[in-house]
T-cell receptor, first 113, second 113 residues
Framework: GESVGLHLPTLSVQEGDNSIINCAYSNSASDYFIWYKQESGKGPQFIIDIRSNMDKRQGQRVTVLLNKTVKHLSLQIAATQPGDSAVYFCAETYYNQGGKLIFGQGTELSVKP | SAVISQKPSRDICQRGTSLTIQCQVDSQVTMMFWYRQQPGQSLTLIATANQGSEATYESGFVIDKFPISRPNLTFSTLTVSNMSPEDSSIYLC??????????FGSGTRLTVV
């Protein structure tokens, strides 16, 4: 489905705090999920992914949690830094979609020094 | 993962004209995708570009407005035709899945005046 709304929700955090960005996905058949970071003037950059057979996956300073029961994803960023300021999108897809992604609404993260 | 070069990075165009955006991938990929990102919004899939066949368009997008070429496995173009100010957006190409990763180009920021 197409994303709706004219304004992205904003999350403002203090440098050094942990950030949690949430996303509700649309299709219960989706089996692969990705978080992207998009800085101003750039394309989306892959951060971390998770398959539907997992509940949690950790990367460097980031953790993704998947709750299939309520179709919810979250991205946790530890010790948030000013360089983490960007817009974050979740995206979903499923087998035989051949690479098509459906994007969530996006959240703008602002890190205060 | 694949590396995608997209150009132009930005352009300002007169209404009624057309702009062709180019996307070059450093690997041979079966499918390429074109997305639109309207100001302050998330990404919406325009079409899937398959080599050797016509592109497949998503609901709300038509070939006359967004003709796509896919002459080989490493290259695709998207044309935005007969532009109006409502076409002002960021246009992004991507590849998806497998060892190519779900990678995006840096985007083309189009302003129609």
């Amino acid at each position: 489905g197409e994303s709706v709304g004219l304004h992205l929700p904003t999350l403002s955090v203090q440098e050094g705090d942990n950030s949690i960005i949430n996303c509700a996905y649309s299709n219960s058949a989706s089996d692969y999920f990705i978080w992207y970071k998009q800085e101003s003037g750039k394309g989306p950059q892959f951060i971390i992914d998770i398959r539907s057979n997992m509940d949690k996956r950790q990367g460097q300073r980031v953790t993704v949690l998947l709750n299939k029961t309520v179709k919810h994803l979250s991205l946790q960023i530890a010790a948030t830094q000013p360089g983490d300021s960007a817009v974050y999108f979740c995206a979903e897809t499923y087998y035989n979609q051949g690479g098509k992604l459906i994007f969530g609404q996006g959240t703008e993260l602002s890190v205060k020094p | 993962s694949a590396v995608i070069s997209q150009k132009p990075s930005r352009d300002i165009c007169q209404r009624g004209t057309s702009l062709t955006i180019q996307c070059q991938v450093d690997s041979q990929v079966t499918m390429m995708f074109w997305y639109r990102q309207q100001p302050g919004q998330s990404l919406t899939l325009i079409a899937t570009a398959n080599q050797g066949s016509e592109a497949t368009y998503e609901s709300g997008f038509v070939i006359d407005k967004f003709p796509i070429s896919r002459p080989n496995l490493t290259f695709s173009t998207l044309t935005v035709s007969n532009m109006s100010p409502e076409d002002s957006s960021i246009y992004l190409c991507s590849v998806g899945g497998g060892h190519y990763g779900y990678t995006f180009g840096s985007g083309t920021r189009l302003t129609v005046v």
